[in-house]
């Protein structure tokens, strides 16, 4: 999800409505909410409907029918060019026994994903808290800050990482320069998952634009309360400041979790997926198999894996907000 | 005499209270600057290189950690515009703009009728419409792709622009119906009551009422989907195969792949032009930004 200088009083709106709403729709209360949504309209009118007509038609064509093609996919041994033949649960049982690629490409994605969203979001909201005061030159921060958000999706900034961490490249000989050994980067799994990793903790601008709008938000008389009443700014910190981000602190961590789980370029390009597969993420995985070797079946089961291990995090994350999240004047169950 | 002591006491003691204070505040600022100093050269520095690079000779773009070129050459400018295929890097920024321009405009489009719709109209099924709207949010792409690439296939769309293009008619994007929709609802329904009271239809409204309150909305909308498509490569490199169609994002990992790849300050100097339209659009829209939201400001 990209942010924009100035947006986050937007994204919050999502990330209020996000959650109550989608709740409600993952947990099957969609024939409630049709039954309502065909009550509500009284006098009959459908002039709302026309202007989200093309909306409707796009989310059945090119997502709903998708989505649930793939599901149909996954149970075939479809190959571009073959026809398809029902092979029932034989992909999944073959994905979660007997690959090994899948097996080495899940767990490096996992890792990938645990590292990068909890320590982007971290670094995200320290910077934001610094950032948070009466500086001079804030905008000019925020803005150095951002720019390799909107920047590092791009191939020409995977490009530029790969030429970094060559082995003659601008990292090694900043630490030749200052006396130590140069490192292979690519050569070895761990630092070849490391450069991926770290393209992506350096986009961590668009998180932090909107924590900042959020801490921006937070109404200043509340730490002038607890001042009077004596407490530590860590204490003020983790009494206010904490509990009133808990939302958008949530939704950054949706976000930033649906789609690393999807990152492509980086690996794709830095590093191609190796050495030994050590940054061969699934999505390069599934890449591979559907538009390289044509096995369409197979990959649409791997991206459905995929889809059901991203969609049980995020029921998880949304359950366990009930928790931690915390709404301010809202009442929500 | 006792109580003229203890006043100038306390007024010391104050004194000094205050002088700490104001040290602890000085050194707080001074730490807070030289972090935000530090981490702002470890995030730009590769950028600045990037460009440093560019203007290099082959044999020192690997020699040393510095940015500024010895001899400033702008041959890698000069020879990766070629290429090594038989079309200029102008051929390939030409074919981005095809993809990026009908896609903007399609999104516009579509994204503000479906904002509007949303925020102005009640309809049988909007709240199951507007729930399926979050859940595409955050809908991975990766399980619609292909049988979206079988569809595209079947309509025999493929190595055309079609399957970039067409689905920004149809809001394919939620997260720009959204910011719309946050941008309508906090313009007052006042003026499109007016305008109804005086027998504009629905849609009239929306022309002569929502749209001009909307445009700095509308064009932040268009600026993102803009610096998006510039650096969509996944998107091209499953639907487009000839080398005359590749947007920069494949010819730049096709420069990369092919024996190029030796000629480090021509793929340098093609990334900062891939670069360049982003950071100069990026800049653009804060400023819209700025303006936009100082200008709903005012009219809401």
Known sequence: MPSFPGGGKHVRAISNELHPCLFGWLLGLCAGQLERGFCMSGDGRLLGFWYVLPYLLGLLIFTAIPFLGSLYLSFTDYRLMQGANYIGLENYTDILTSDRTFNRSFSVTMIYVLITVPLKLAFALFIAGILNSKLKGIGFFRTAYYVPSILGGSIAVAVLWRYMFADTGLINMMLTGIGFESVNWFGNPGTALFTITLLRLWQFGSAMVIFLAALQSIDKSLYEAAAIDGAKPWRAFFAITLPLLTPVIFFNLIMQMVQAFQEFNGPYVITQGGPLKSTYLLPLYIYEVAFKKFEMGYASAIAWVLFAVIMVLTLIAFWSSKHWVYYAGDKRS | ?300
């Open chain 2, 1 to 300: 005499m006792s109580d003229g002591i203890l006043h100038a006491e306390a007024i010391e003691n104050a004194e000094r209270l205050l002088a700490v204070q104001k040290r602890r505040e000085t050194v707080s600022l001074a730490i807070r600057y030289t972090i935000l100093t530090i981490v702002g050269l470890i995030m730009l520095y590769p950028l600045i290189w990037l460009i440093g690079a560019s203007f290099k000779t082959n044999s020192e773009i690997f020699a040393g950690a510095g940015f500024m070129p010895q001899s400033p050459t702008m041959d890698g400018y000069a020879k990766g515009w070629e290429t090594s295929t038989p079309y200029t890097f102008g051929r390939f920024f030409w074919n981005t703009f095809l993809i990026i321009a009908p896609k903007t405009i399609f999104t516009v489009i579509s994204c503000t009728a479906v904002a509007y719709g949303f925020a102005r109209f009640e309809f049988p099924g909007k709240k199951i419409l507007f729930a399926s709207l979050i859940a595409t949010l955050l809908l991975p792409n990766v399980v619609t792709r292909i049988p979206q690439y079988l569809l595209f296939r079947d309509l025999g769309w493929l190595d055309t622009y079609l399957p970039l293009w067409v689905p920004s008619a149809f809001a394919g994007d939620a997260f720009f119906v959204f910011m719309l929709l946050q941008f309508l609802r906090a313009i007052p329904r006042d003026m499109e009551e007016a305008a109804r009271v005086d027998g504009a239809n629905s849609f009239q409204t929306l022309i002569y009422v929502v749209v001009p309150m909307l445009v700095p909305a509308m064009i932040s909308v268009a600026l993102f989907q803009f610096m998006w498509t510039m650096n969509d490569f996944l998107g091209p490199l499953i639907y487009v195969s000839s080398v005359d169609k590749f947007p920069v994002s494949l010819a730049l990992k096709l420069s990369i792949d092919t024996a190029e790849a030796f000629e480090w300050n021509r793929i340098l100097a093609m990334s900062v032009l891939t670069l360049l339209p982003s950071l100069v659009v990026f800049f653009l829209a804060q400023k819209y930004f700025v303006e936009g939201i100082s200008a709903g400001g005012v009219k809401g």
